[in-house]
């Protein structure tokens, strides 16, 4: 019985999300493709994928490689070869799509722009230049959560809602705290929230293509890639409106979510070849023991040590005391008395706070809540409620 080539697995360890993809090394074709968010378990969702994988896949070998910002220990615990996210880019881009100029990949907190050209000599595209964002999560996945939350919307309805807007407001796509204060003065002016999502998409592209691009021209066809532009066509209609493309100009990949984990599937017989009638082992099994979650919590406890906020309960307790919010002034009044009193509002990014201050500066009552959304709202119920 002729023995089976061993099938290529890719393993992209994002910030937010991770992605696997089995390939068939001959023709590149996806064989199984997962994109999941793993809620700052990276460990524990790799495990879970893996035991997939081996449930769904029991007689197949394989050869195995991790990237992604999380990916490097992860390769390390289950004997997989590491392989950098920018280049597992580059190689999926040259072997599904060279006829690709610009990649544009966003990530839950970090945005990618890479700059292909042909060329002639070696027959073969070629990156020419990148760029990828900083420390800030600006212009990413984690930017489109956060505005969600802004307008109480969740994450998976936040396309339809964009889909929706029909004016466009300045927001700064560049920080998210900037960007909470633009849409805090928006929602206090009555705007609508479908505009705001739309808005925020235009804050995404135009911080992409004038912070991320730095100048550079972002040549046709641009291929678009990553769970935001996989899961939000609105946002890649509002890239192609300011980037004045056509429908030729657009490459949407096929498995657009889970394309960088496919490039490090691909990018497996490149970086580390095998010789001839070499092998490599990689098993499945022993990976998903060494992602056991109470191995790496015993791990994680050996380096770094326990640490506590208080030495004591009573260290505690004389630390709520001196923290603790003063007493409400509470009047004594009677029917038919008149309660003169200043009011302070603070109109905040997520919430919304009111107090009633007598003359004396004390507070006699006060008045906290999530905005939700609707800030004018909220406030017109705190007014309400103090009254």
Known sequence: MEERKP???????????????????????VLYSR??????????????????????????????????????????????????????????????????????????????????????KERQLITSDMRMNGSCAGGTGAFIDEVAVILQTPSDAFEALAAQGQIVHAISGRCGVFAKTDIQTILNNGGAKADIALSAFHAIAKQTIGGLAQGLELKPPIIFEGGPLTYNPTLIRVFAERLHLQESDIIIPEHADTIVAHGAAIALDELFPL??????????????????APIVVEELERRIPAARYFTSEEDCRTWREQHKAPELAVPELHSGDVLPVYIGIDAGSTTSKLVLMNDEEQIIDRYYANNQGDPIAVVQRGLQELH
Request: net charge negative; with cysteine; aromatic share 8%.
């Open 35 to 120: 994109y999941e968010r793993h809620h700052a378990e990276q460990g524990k969702t790799v495990q879970r994928l893996l035991t997939e994988i081996a449930e769904q896949f029991p007689n197949n070998t394989f050869r195995a490689a991790v990237c992604g910002s999380g990916g490097k220990p992860i390769a390390e615990r289950i004997g997989a070869h590491y392989v950098q996210e920018v280049v597992a880019n580059a190689a999926a881009v040259r072997a599904l799509y060279p006829q690709a100029r610009t990649a544009i990949e966003l990530g839950g907190q970090d945005a990618k722009v890479l700059f292909f050209h042909y060329d002639e």
């Open 275 to 292: 010789e001839d009638g070499a092998s490599e082992t990689f098993s499945l099994a022993e990976a998903i023991r060494a992602l056991y």
């Open 7 to 29: 099938l290529r697995l890719g393993i992209d360890v994002g910030s937010t999300t991770v992605k696997t993809v089995i390939i068939e090394p001959e023709e590149n074709k």
